[in-house]
């Protein structure tokens, strides 16, 4: 779906989520500012200006999605977390809010299924503190060479570091496809994983945090555990 043509929505909590608009409600907004939230195929709205946004409202969107991560999808409904578009000419904008709404359309044979989503700010983080205006960035992108090195009882992390990043988000899964969870947060380019079990392959990913915008998270790596 990384096409390269389409605003993508991403989400910090489930990264195997990713989204590919295909037609967009934009949201209201207050207090000024210009906004964008629309594809490349809704020229109606498109505009050049800065997507400086203070307080959106609710956004409905048909979106493309992988079937692969549809559990993930339903089960991340209003699930309060970093929510990132980036659109197809690298512009990106984050806030906090969630998935309100998640209605599959109907199937059809040798088309990459759509759903009708929405999405509500939430203006306030996860633990509860209301959050200033919504982000702004540009081409924020996943940290490159992510390797795992498997020890006893633990797994090694690593990944070449993004300039200005503040923070890499790690999640693990047992499925290549789905299932992640975050299980750290950190300024460093590399994380020991001590909480694996012996002979369960793990599938790992990172995403990075800069000026308030989570990127895509990166393909998966994946090692089995050894436990003496």
């Not at 400086?52 to 699930?79: C, F, H, R, W």
């Not at 940290?143 to 570091?161: F, I």
Request: proline share 5%; charged share 20%.
């Amino acid at each position: 779906m990384k096409d390269g043509h389409a605003t993508l929505i991403s989400f910090g909590d489930f990264p195997s989520v990713l989204f590919e608009e295909k037609t967009v409600t934009p949201p209201s907004i207050e207090g000024g500012g210009a906004i964008d939230t629309t594809t490349m195929r809704n020229t109606t709205y498109r505009q050049n200006d800065p997507k400086s946004l203070k307080t959106l409202g609710n956004m409905t969107s048909t979106v493309a999605y992988d079937p692969k991560a549809l559990t993930d999808a339903e089960s991340m409904i209003q699930v309060n977390q970093l929510v990132t578009v980036t659109f197809p000419d690298g512009q990106q904008v984050a806030f906090w809010g969630w998935l309100d709404s998640f209605t599959p359309g109907e199937n059809t044979e040798g088309e990459q299924p759509t759903a009708e989503i929405t999405v509500i700010p939430s203006n306030h983080d996860t633990n509860d503190d209301e959050v200033g205006p919504a982000h702004t960035a540009t081409s924020i992108t996943a940290p490159a060479n992510l390797a795992t090195v498997g020890g006893d009882g633990t797994v090694d992390v690593s990944y070449d570091g993004v300039v200005g990043a503040t923070s890499y988000y790690i999640y693990r899964s047992e499925s290549e496809f789905t299932g992640y969870s975050r299980i750290a947060v950190t300024n460093s380019t590399s994380f020991v994983d001590n909480t694996v079990t012996h002979g369960t392959t793990y599938y790992y990913k990172v995403a990075t945090l800069k000026d308030g915008v989570l990127s895509i998270a990166s393909d998966a790596d994946s090692i089995t555990a050894t436990v003496s």
